[in-house]
């Protein structure tokens, strides 16, 4: 195929929707599941609250409730910076300077 019968090749049509995605809505207690499995997985992992948005797609209100619902379960602790860590980490996490 040559330069020229490239150029006068048809446009292809593109395979993806290009409307909005929309979260997928799950029950506190499926966002709960999905966040002790991280914490499970990597026992050291030290988020913020807008890094757990991005991590498992949540907004701000559920995100925040979910965490902070997990911690009140002692499950995770929060660090003075706003770490969410499980608690045997919490030192670690803070001696690091983790942000």
Not at 13 to 28: A, G, N, Q
Not at 45 to 67: H, K
Request: include cysteine.
């Amino acid at each position: 195929m040559s330069a020229n019968t490239l150029a006068e090749a048809s446009p292809v049509t593109t395979w993806w929707d290009e409307d909005t995605i929309l979260p997928l809505r799950r029950s506190v207690a499926e966002w709960r599941s999905i966040v002790l499995d991280a914490y499970v997985v990597q026992p050291t992992l030290s988020l913020t609250t807008q890094q757990g948005q991005r991590l498992w797609g949540m907004d701000a209100p559920t995100c925040t409730y979910v965490l902070d619902s997990l911690v009140d379960a002692r499950v995770l602790a929060r660090t003075a910076e706003g770490q969410y860590c499980r608690p045997e980490f919490v030192g670690a996490v803070e001696a690091a300077g983790i942000m």
